[in-house]
């Protein structure tokens, strides 16, 4: 299976924690807009971004007011992580995993396949980077072929499988 490193997402509850300065540590939730508020440094963009990489704006923005600043991020709770299941399913509708999901687990989400299901031409409509629609099409037998998850058939934060 691939791995992505996991990225932020809004209502993610982050601990932000600076090495022996309690004052500096937070827990925090971030905002619709993917920003966090923290003490001295203010709105940081959290959102679309690793927990490393949060981890060096933040550190680089604290070298300003303390020297060598030790900063750690963990996410604590992932609520942005949805998808959604839509057609021929017995429950379609929007659902919150918190990780990783193949199509496969999300059909067994949304309580499997109808009678009617055309299970060889479901689409997954994924929003690119530039906010683009792409369409990938996945074939059930195809999947039942393949033992390793394809990148492909990895469902990502806000798509929409569709099952006509």
Not at 35 to 59: H, S
């Amino acid at each position: 299976m691939v791995r992505q490193e996991y990225t932020i997402g809004p209502e993610d509850v982050l601990e932000i924690n600076v090495w022996k300065n309690a004052d500096l540590s937070k827990t925090v939730v971030v905002r619709p807009d993917g920003m966090i508020t923290l003490p001295l440094i203010g709105d940081v963009q959290a959102g679309e971004r690793t927990p490393n990489k949060l981890r060096d704006v933040i550190r680089l923005k604290l070298d300003k007011f303390k020297e060598l600043p030790e900063v750690t991020v963990t996410v604590t709770q992932i609520n942005s992580y949805y998808i959604y299941v839509l057609g021929e399913v017995r429950n379609p509708g929007k659902y919150q995993v918190r990780n990783y999901t193949t199509v496969l687990q999300a059909v067994a989400m949304a309580g499997g396949f109808t009678e009617w299901a055309d299970k060889n031409d479901m689409v997954i409509l994924r929003k690119t980077q530039n906010e683009q629609e792409q369409k990938i099409k996945i074939r059930y037998k195809d999947v039942l072929r393949n033992k390793k998850s394809k990148p492909d058939e990895l469902l990502r934060r806000g798509d929409t499988l569709i099952i006509p």
